[in-house]
């Protein structure tokens, strides 16, 4: 905990518990090492109910061209049959402006629409989860990088002293070497 607790105060610039659950959780993840990313999609097939999935296939059909010729066509029948029906025997059982159509367009709509409705808070879930897990990647990628950098500067500055001590080291060498060199004869 208390690597995570540096990781915070370090690359976040805040305390550990000043961050948001998401944050504090990332710090821990970069303080042991440990992979963030996960498959979402498989946790979420994993866990769906009954009525989950239900939903989710009527607001796949529901959302289908199949869907709309299917429609179409039923609503095309239902005027035809009327007007055929109108032409042979001069009565229909669902006159105009069909109005037996229009209770089952309308029971049908309301049956739908909250079906729909749910399959997309279910999807505005799953689109929820995903944002935070991208988030707690990225801002682990992020963390990573700058540790990264920190270390690439902690090598750099050690091999700028090792360089300038090596080269202090040849000055002195050299220093000593034409001290004991003998003077060069006059003339």
């Known amino acids: 905990m208390r690597a995570a607790r540096d990781i915070a105060d370090q690359l976040l610039g805040q305390g550990y518990d000043q961050l948001g659950p998401h ?3 990332v710090a821990r993840h970069v303080a042991h090492r440990q992979p963030i990313a996960r498959n979402l999609a498989q946790e979420m097939q994993a866990t769906p109910t009954r009525g989950q999935r239900a939903a989710d296939a009527v607001a796949a ?3 289908s061209w199949t869907f709309v010729s299917l429609f179409g066509a039923t609503l095309l029948g239902w005027i035809g049959l009327n007007a055929a029906l109108l032409l042979a025997r001069g009565a ?6 069909f109005i ?7 029971m049908l709509a309301a049956i739908q629409a909250p079906v729909i409705l749910m399959s997309q808070n279910r999807q505005a879930q799953k689109d929820r989860l995903s944002a935070e897990h991208d988030y707690e990647v990225n801002l682990k990628a992020e963390l990573e990088i700058m540790l990264l950098h920190q270390k ?3 090598l750099r500055d050690t091999q700028w002293r090792e360089l300038i001590d090596l080269q202090h080291r040849q000055i002195d060498m050299l220093t000593a070497a034409q001290a004991t060199r003998p003077a060069p004869p006059p003339g």
Not at 92 to 97: R, V
Not at 100 to 106: A, D, P, R
């Open 23 to 25: 944050a504090q959780k």
């Open 152 to 154: 690439m500067d902690s």
């Open 100 to 106: 037996l159509l229009n209770l089952v367009l309308s």
């Open 61 to 63: 059909f529901g959302g």
């Open 92 to 97: 229909t059982f669902d006159p105009y402006p």
